[in-house]
C-alpha cells in the first residue's frame, strides 16, 4: 500500500523560499498525477499544483503562478514543490496527493485522489 510522506515546512518570512517534498513508498506507484493542495484553517483544501507522473505535465493554480514550480523525480518516487517570493496568504498546511483516474481533470479535484499524505506547515510572516 502507498503511503506519501511530505517534508520540508516552515516558518519563514515574506519574500523567502522553501521547498516541499513528497515521497511516495511500498507498493506500486504509478498514478495518473500527484498534487499539492493546501489548506488554512478553517477553510477547504485547494488545489495549488499538479504533475503528470508519465508526461510530466504541469498545472498550477492562478495564485502562486509564476512563483512555484512543481518537479518530480521518478526514480525516487518524489514530487517536489518549490515555492518562491512566498506571501502572508500562502500560511497553510499543504497536502500532497496520487490520483489514479485522469478522467475529467481529476488531478483539480481533492474528492478525486486516492491516498494523501499526512500534510506539512508552512507559515509566512510580513
Known amino acids: 500500500q502507498v503511503q506519501l510522506v511530505e517534508s520540508g515546512g516552515g516558518s519563514v518570512q515574506a519574500g523567502d523560499s522553501l521547498r516541499l517534498s513528497c515521497k511516495a513508498s511500498?507498493?506500486?506507484?504509478?498514478?495518473?498525477?500527484v498534487g499539492w493542495f493546501r489548506q488554512a484553517p478553517g477553510a477547504e483544501r485547494n488545489f495549488v499544483s499538479a504533475?503528470?507522473?508519465?508526461?510530466?505535465?504541469?498545472d498550477y493554480a492562478d495564485s502562486v503562478t509564476g512563483r512555484f514550480i512543481i518537479s518530480k523525480d521518478n526514480g525516487e518516487r518524489t514530487v517536489y514543490l518549490q515555492m518562491n517570493n512566498l506571501k502572508p496568504e500562502d500560511t497553510a498546511r499543504y497536502y500532497c496527493?496520487?490520483?489514479?483516474?485522469?478522467?475529467?481533470?481529476?488531478?483539480?479535484?481533492?474528492?478525486?485522489?486516492?491516498?494523501w499524505g499526512q500534510g506539512t506547515q508552512v507559515t509566512v510572516s510580513s
Open positions: 511500498g507498493g506500486t506507484f504509478s498514478p495518473f498525477a
Open positions: 504533475i503528470t507522473w508519465t508526461g510530466g505535465k504541469m
Open positions: 496527493g496520487a490520483v489514479q483516474s485522469s478522467y475529467g481533470g481529476a488531478q483539480y479535484f481533492e474528492k478525486r485522489y486516492d491516498v
